[in-house]
């Protein structure tokens, strides 16, 4: 028998499941998060191959889904210094790299960049051709101020590459093998400025990434795991741990995208609203089709536009470790949480702060901790706290549908003994088994994914010719993630006609999915 495991580095807890071959879970646990996140992970390890009494070499597959590249970005902690090559001159002077960043990322990451020749129309054609002296003369000038990673942009890179592709060849021959460079059209979307901020940030991020997954290898092989090993994406699927390094952005939100993935396969849904209720957040999202709703509106990162895919999430401010303030009128839950110390600081726990878990067990909603150290709370104060977790919720919940009719809502995530059986506009409120680690078991079954974002042209070759075209290309993107080649479905696609652009230009994006490449 063969296994897969999942594991899912949370703000609060690090979640790790064992499934089998049939994909049953016959093995989960749950522990505190560390500061140094491998001790956390190392420890979630131990519990479950320890409940699971498996021999660990039969475990071929490990896929890990961690807050590396969230926490380093918020935090301004461990991040590269990354010069920046932008082909668009002369038109791209007006707006430069970095606009509207804050100081005090840029005090770590540095305002380093070039503005050379090149760019391109919305359908390929050349709007400047570039000049390879003079990107060797700007690469040559970022090698003395010492960057550390570059990132290239280019006026829609997207649709035709070939410029930032020049500049990456010829960086290697200036800068050498040891400097990675993002590339922003293998990142982001049409929007030069958006798109450039997040290849920058993946940049800034690739030696930390580097880092920490060669962690995860070293816990694995520690404990006698000598498994594949995969990283999740935000977008609820998985790639190599080799394209992860290249592309440790698409990591970010992973967390609560992993949850969606395990709620879907948990309670056998395809389409329905998940609740992750975790020890200090909520995240409501949305599934279709099995799969996360993706957000259609550029992102903020750490204060910083981006616009690569990212699930479409609304977080509030509620969770297990909840801080209940009595003294406000109407009661105010959240947004304040103990998060990770709520054994050591709730109530029921021999604490002296009143969390939502606390108002949880003292309703019996929940059985955790002494019930005893909340036997004395009125039941005002208990259903006055219920009726304000409810209607977060419910709010949450409306905020996100799209249409007027109840939908069913799968609640998962440590926390989610704060939701009651029934909320208004809700169809059925599911707790599926497992529900408490439905993270972990999100990242264990993922699939491979690769994706296609670009504007075409379809009055030459026609539209059936370009759409073929582009979902090639999104395959090709899954199997060099690590997708089965034999085995991957197109799983999402999409038109938007360009009425103000000349021509039959369209937009088409294009997800293809499947399962992993065995060996």
């Excluded at 970010?252 to 395809?270: D, E, F, M, Q, V």
């Amino acid at each position: 028998m063969k296994y897969r495991l999942g594991i899912d580095v949370g703000g609060t807890n690090t979640d790790a499941a064992i499934l089998d071959e049939e994909g049953l879970v016959i093995a989960s646990c749950k522990r505190a998060t560390t500061e140094d996140v491998s001790s956390g992970i190392n420890s979630a390890v131990d519990g479950v191959l320890k409940d699971s009494v498996i021999d660990p070499g039969d475990i071929v597959d490990a896929m890990l889904g961690t807050t590396h590249a969230t926490n380093a970005i918020v935090e301004r902690k461990g991040l590269s210094t990354v010069g920046v090559i932008r082909l668009s001159a002369p038109s791209g002077y007006g707006i430069p790299p970095f606009v509207e960043w804050p100081e005090d990322i840029l005090k770590v990451v540095t305002r380093t960049y070039k503005i050379v020749k090149g760019g391109y129309e919305y359908n390929g054609a050349l709007i400047s051709e570039s000049d390879a002296q003079e990107i060797r003369k700007a690469l040559e000038e970022l090698k003395e101020e010492g960057i550390q990673a570059l990132a290239v942009s280019c006026v829609f890179s997207p649709v035709n590459s070939q410029q930032e592709l020049q500049v990456r060849e010829l960086s290697r021959e200036i800068l050498g093998e040891d400097v990675p460079v993002t590339l922003s059209h293998e990142i982001g979307s049409i929007g030069l400025i958006e798109r450039e901020n997040a290849a920058i940030l993946n940049a800034a991020i690739r030696k930390l990434a580097d880092n920490a997954y060669g962690s995860f290898q070293d816990v694995l092989l520690k404990h006698g795991i000598k498994a594949d090993l995969f990283i999740t994406q935000n977008d609820g699927t998985l790639m190599s741990i080799d394209y992860a390094r290249r592309f440790p952005v698409l990591t970010i939100a992973s967390g609560p995208t992993n949850s969606l993935r395990g709620a879907a396969y948990l309670s056998g849904l395809t389409d329905a609203i998940v609740v992750d209720v975790g020890g200090t957040t909520t995240d409501v999202g949305v599934l279709s089709k099995s799969f996360p709703r993706e957000s259609s509106d550029a992102v903020e990162i750490g204060g910083i536009r981006t616009n690569f895919r990212m699930p479409d999430l609304l977080t509030i401010g509620l969770g297990g470790g909840s801080l209940v303030n009595s003294d406000k009128h109407p009661i105010q839950v959240g947004p304040e949480s103990v998060g990770y110390r709520i054994h050591s600081e709730a109530l029921i726990f021999g604490g002296s702060q009143l969390t939502a878990t606390d108002i949880a067990v003292a309703s019996s909603m929940a059985e955790l901790g002494d019930p005893g150290k909340v036997a004395h709370l009125e039941e005002e104060l208990l259903a006055e706290s219920r009726g304000v977790m409810k209607t977060m919720i419910e709010d949450a919940i409306d905020q996100m549908k799209v249409t007027a009719g109840d939908i069913p809502v799968v609640v998962v995530g440590g926390g989610s003994i704060l939701i009651p059986d029934k909320l208004l506009g809700v169809s059925s409120v599911i707790k599926p088994l497992h529900f408490e680690v439905a993270n972990a078991i999100g990242a264990a079954i993922a699939q491979v994914s690769g994706s296609v974002d670009g504007v075409y042209d379809v009055a030459g070759k026609g539209r059936d010719v370009v759409l073929e075209e582009v979902k090639q290309a999104a395959v090709k993107e899954a199997v060099s993630a690590g997708a089965d080649p034999d085995q991957v479905d197109i799983v999402e696609l999409e038109e938007i006609p360009l009425a103000y652009l000349p021509s039959n230009a369209v937009r088409i994006r294009v997800k293809a999915a499947g399962p992993l490449r065995k060996g």
